[in-house]
């Protein structure tokens, strides 16, 4: 849809109003026609990406938010007004219909959001990897769990699921020397948002913890986006030579444009810390090596035992 043809064609829009209210006459279709106007309302007011954090170029930096200087509540409470920004910025109904989520020319505001996901899961390995001792490496693995942790509690399960990966890529989940120094308790929270996070059973669990809350909250963008390829499987039509709608499909559409529709109007309200804003604002995917450099570097750190390769599909460790 383009948000264009309704500011400029009030005929169309006219029309457009008279066959929904008709339509919702109909019980076999009031669910779907009340889905599209919350579509039809969501195009027609979209406004151009907006951020809702900002800084003052000119602070101080922040060297390591990681360093304990911040409290773990602080850290996911600034990482969420970040990540809600990119995430209240996504075109639904015009980068995520027709196919259009799976190209970065047609979903620009969308791979945008994605790159963040990508851009903290490195950083996380990173920050990991970049200490020598092992105690140390340990404290700051407890440190992203907690933080991972207060994410969950903010039910910003995107940010959740960024720190929960990077602490399970094999370069990190390798370093047995590491997880020695993690506490019982840190290991036990740790397993209970991967199990939430656990893609079994069409990441029920997942599903299961989103339906128990209330907005604001920040959906898992991968979910989203499976769902999405699955809805899009399915014909326009009911067969080829029919002219017929595929409601079932449509409803799915306008079920899921009107659940990520109201996430995205309900704003998280934190106290923003300007400081720490601006270091995770300013942290550049250059700076971040890729994956198999992270892996080597493990391997730098803790080589493995009996001089043997460690697989790098290997995700549990720890526990041995």
Known sequence: CNASIFREDPTFEATLAENLQKMSESSETSGWVESLNVTYSAVKNKKLFQRLVSFDDSL???????????????IAQQLTLIEFDYFRNVEATKELLHKHFTKAE???????????????????????????????RGTVISRIIDIAQELY????????????????????SRLKQSWKHVST?????????????????????????????????????????????????????????????????????????????????????????PAVLKYFQEISTDSIPDEMTLYNLS??????????????????????
């Open 185 to 273: 308790r840190h290991t036990s929270k740790f397993d209970e948002l991967l199990e939430i996070m656990n893609p079994s059973n069409n990441n029920g669990a997942y599903r299961k913890a989103l339906n128990r809350v209330l907005p604001p909250f920040i959906p898992f963008q991968a979910v989203i986006l499976r769902d999405l390829t699955f809805i899009e499987e399915s014909p326009d039509t009911l067969s080829n030579t029919s002219h017929i709608i595929n409601f079932t499909k449509m409803s799915l559409l306008g079920n899921l444009m009107k659940a990520i529709h109201k996430a995205q109007t309900a704003a998280y309200s934190f106290p923003q810390i």
């Open 60 to 74: 101080p930096p922040v060297t390591n938010v990681l360093d304990g200087s911040f409290k773990p509540e602080e």
């Open 106 to 136: 047609t979903s620009p505001l969308l791979h945008k959001w994605i790159g963040v996901f990508n851009k903290m899961t490195g950083w996380i390995s990173k920050e990991v990897l970049q200490h020598n001792d092992p105690k140390v």
């Open 299 to 320: 391997k730098s750190l803790e080589p493995p035992s009996g001089g043997s390769q460690t697989s790098s599909s290997s995700v549990t460790p720890r526990t041995s």
């Open 153 to 172: 509690r903010l039910k910003n399960f995107n940010g959740m699921m960024q720190l929960v990966m990077a602490l399970n890529q094999s370069s990190i």
